[in-house]
């Protein structure tokens, strides 16, 4: 997280002035994990040009690499964007702002079947596979770690990569336990894993609160939304279009899946099963009071670093976009 906060500190202070041609966006994703499959739906139907919006779509083969574009002004807007590192690049002065929660943390804590390791605490100098370093995946997973079973993020080794590669590493028994979504437990039942606990039972424990945690967030340059508000709105209706559009035509997704995300039939219909557990689009009052929460909790953990300033969350394009029929 050092590294990566180091590079979009030097990137914000010389960030170029953006022209924006109106209606026009760059959309920026993390081309694994949720990221995928949503964004393979989204690029796939004219939701966004049905709404007036002309968009661009970067693909990242790296979780950071949407926030690095975001600083340097090559994209205008991520929907998936990892939360704990919008906190703080915020916090380094990065001008962007979270208009939506996107990606709840569906994410289990799971061992091989058969495993000695019955919980959290005998975690403590084991090997545990997580998304890489600087996700919210790891960060959130790092801080249960740290709060609910007393492990320091000194006391394991946080071995980094995506989904598949995870699953590799517990098949080959590179990695004594893992920190995985939901949906790639479910599309991978060969594994044959033994879910220890989730991030949503181990957030309650923590926070004292129903709420889960998100790790995702809808995340513009600032310089967009105050120049192309109507834009940014007409661009989170379209989204909202793709999350009920993916829900009523399940078989159409799983197509989509196929041919775009290269994902086989178990596990697209795997995706399409969790399709409204994994995707969001919701930025009401209870979504901010959460991430503020998240955010106090991280920063107390030592996870992030850097003060809140609450006009990180602007609601305005969200309301607006709910005038949009």
């Given at each position: 997280?050092?590294t ?7 990137l ?25 499959g ?5 690029e796939?139907?004219?939701f966004?040009?049905?709404?007036g919006?002309?968009?661009?779509f970067?693909h ?6 949407p926030l690095k ?5 090559s994209i ?11 906190f703080?690049v ?17 994410v ?7 495993s ?18 600087g ?9 249960l770690?740290?709060?609910n079973?007393?492990i320091?993020?000194?006391d394991?080794?946080l ?17 004594d ?21 989730t991030?949503?039972?181990e ?12 790790i ?7 310089d967009?939304l105050?120049k192309?508000p109507?834009?940014v709105a ?12 993916g ?8 197509a989509?899946?196929?041919?775009k995300?290269s ?26 009071d ?16 850097g003060s ?12 607006a ?5």
């Amino acid at each position: 997280m050092k590294t990566l906060l180091m590079i979009i500190s030097l990137l914000a202070g010389a960030l170029p002035q953006v022209s924006f041609a109106e209606g026009k966006v760059r959309i920026g994703y993390w081309t694994s994990g949720v990221s995928l499959g949503y964004g393979s739906v989204l690029e796939s139907q004219d939701f966004l040009k049905k709404r007036g919006v002309d968009a661009e779509f970067v693909h990242f083969p790296d979780v950071n690499a949407p926030l690095k574009a975001l600083a340097a002004g090559s994209i205008d807007l991520a929907f998936g964007a990892p939360v704990a590192g919008v906190f703080s690049v915020a916090a380094e002065g990065v001008p962007v702002k979270i208009f939506a929660a996107t990606q709840p943390a569906d994410v289990a804590f799971v061992v091989p079947e058969g495993s000695p390791i019955t919980s959290l605490e005998q975690l403590k100098g084991k090997k545990v596979g997580m998304s890489p370093a600087g996700s919210s995946v790891a960060v959130i997973g790092s801080t249960l770690l740290q709060e609910n079973a007393g492990i320091a993020a000194n006391d394991f080794s946080l071995v980094g990569g995506n989904e598949s590669r995870l699953a590799q590493f517990l098949a080959q028994k590179q990695v004594d336990a893992a920190a995985l979504r939901t949906l790639t437990v479910k599309q991978l039942p060969a594994l044959k894993l033994t879910v220890l606990t989730t991030y949503a039972e181990e957030w309650k424990k923590l926070t004292h609160s129903e709420a889960l945690p998100y790790i995702g967030v809808g995340a513009v340059r600032s310089d967009l939304l105050d120049k192309q508000p109507e834009t940014v709105a007409k661009t989170i209706a379209a989204l909202r279009d793709t999350l009920a559009w993916g829900r009523s035509h399940p078989d159409e997704v799983v197509a989509i899946l196929k041919a775009k995300a290269s994902l086989p039939e178990d596990q697209a219909r795997a995706y399409v099963s969790l399709w409204d557990r994994m995707n969001q689009l919701s930025f009401e009052q209870a979504d901010i009071d959460t991430l503020k929460r998240e955010h106090a909790v991280l920063l107390k953990s030592g996870a992030i670093k850097g003060s809140l300033n609450e006009a990180l969350f602007d609601s305005r394009p969200y309301l607006a976009a709910k005038n949009l029929h």
